[in-house]
C-alpha cells in the first residue's frame, strides 16, 4: 500500500468509531497528517470531552506519521487561498498542500472536494 495524506474528518471517524471509520483505519499504517490537520483532530476530540492525549497516543501507536509544516507548506498552502471563497477551511488546505507537495492521495469524508480540481487523488471514506 501507498502512503496517504489523512484530513482531520477520517482520523476523528477512527477516533470516534463513525461510518467509515473501518476504512479509513485500514490506511493508517501508511498514514500521514500534517501538523496542522494534528492539531485540529486533537482539538476537536478536545472539543468533544476527549482528551486529546489518548487520541495522539491511539493514532500514532496504529502507525500515523506527524508531518512538520514547511515554508513550502505554507506557500503552497497559500496559493490555494481561493479555496477559502468556497468553503474550505485553512487546516483543510494545510491538507490539500501536504498532499500535492508529496504526492499522496487523501483519505477524507469532505465528499465537495471533489468539485475542487485539484491534482491528487481523493479516497473518501464513505
Do not use: N, Q
Not at 482528551?51 to 496504529?62: F, R
Not at 508531518?67 to 494545510?94: K, M
Not at 499522496?104 to 468539485?115: A, F, H
Amino acid at each position: 500500500m501507498t502512503a496517504v495524506a489523512f484530513d482531520s474528518s477520517a482520523l476523528m471517524a477512527i477516533l470516534l468509531e463513525e461510518s467509515g471509520s473501518e476504512r479509513a483505519a485500514g490506511y493508517l499504517t501508511e498514514g500521514r497528517a500534517s501538523a496542522a490537520i494534528w492539531g485540529e483532530t486533537l482539538s476537536k476530540m478536545g472539543l468533544r470531552g476527549r482528551a486529546p492525549a489518548w487520541a495522539a497516543d491511539h493514532l500514532k501507536h496504529a502507525g500515523l506519521v506527524i508531518d512538520p509544516l514547511t515554508e513550502e507548506d505554507a506557500v503552497t498552502t497559500a496559493s490555494l487561498y481561493t479555496l477559502a471563497r468556497r468553503g474550505v477551511s485553512l487546516a483543510d488546505r494545510f491538507c490539500l498542500a501536504h498532499a500535492m507537495i508529496r504526492k499522496l492521495p487523501v483519505i477524507t469524508s469532505d465528499r465537495p472536494w471533489s468539485e475542487l480540481d485539484l491534482p491528487i487523488e481523493l479516497i473518501f471514506i464513505r
